[in-house]
């Protein structure tokens, strides 16, 4: 196991889970490297030896909360289903559920946190990009690939087109939330996003012969 990669046992724990919970918040709060992980152990409510047991080291522990974020986003029941039936509807109903994450108050705190300290803690970026855009990469990838497979979509490499498909819901609208600059996106115009997105994504690589 390399530095940054998430540990998983006892998945169900309530513990690990008040101890992710603490620090995403204290991370978004005071940033990276002003946490310690006595200071997450101490608002967990657990000891040190708890927290080891569960994380390793403060990068592994930042990877895990990326990892599970990005894992909600993409495995959830019927989520990423193929039936084959609409394949604009499922993915608009995809890059409604991605786009919405990615505008979530946490989230956007925890990406301002990477952009900030990376440069002093590389471990940080890495653990970010290997945590939550890598892995999106490999499970959207992987969705695409079954949609290809499946004679729905001509993708000669899926998981390009999954960081493709990506960066068009990362369009203006995301970029102006990361800035904080004021209005809130509206419902409306994540709709106009998505579909466009979506729009723009078939007209590349939805097969031609698909209904």
Do not use: N
């Not at 152990?41 to 390793?56: D, E, I, Q």
Request: glycine share 8%; aromatic share 10%; with cysteine.
């Amino acid at each position: 196991m390399s530095a940054i990669d998430p540990v998983r046992p006892e998945a169900g724990s309530p513990k690990r889970q008040l101890i992710l919970d603490a620090a995403a918040i204290l991370f978004t709060a005071h940033g990276y490297g002003a946490v310690s992980m006595d200071a997450i152990a101490r608002s967990a409510g657990v000891s040190k030896a708890t927290l080891y047991a569960h994380f390793g080291s403060k990068d592994q522990l930042f990877a895990t909360i990326i990892t599970e974020a990005c894992h909600a986003m993409f495995d959830w029941p019927g989520a990423m289903s193929a039936d084959g039936a609409d394949l604009r509807t499922a993915l608009i109903a995809l890059g409604q559920r991605v786009l919405r994450f990615f505008l979530e108050d946490g989230t956007l705190a925890l990406y301002r946190v990477v952009v900030a300290e990376s440069a002093r803690f590389p471990e940080l970026g890495r653990a970010f990009y290997e945590s939550g855009p890598a892995t999106g990469r490999r499970l959207l990838g992987a969705w695409l690939a079954e949609q290809a497979g499946a004679g729905r979509l001509r993708v000669p490499d899926p998981p390009l087109a999954a960081e493709q498909f990506v960066a068009l819901l990362r369009a203006g609208l995301y970029f102006r939330a990361t800035l904080g600059v004021p209005p809130a996106p509206t419902q409306a115009e994540i709709d106009t996003t998505v579909a466009a997105a979506v729009d723009i994504f078939l007209a590349a690589y939805a097969h031609p012969r698909a209904g």
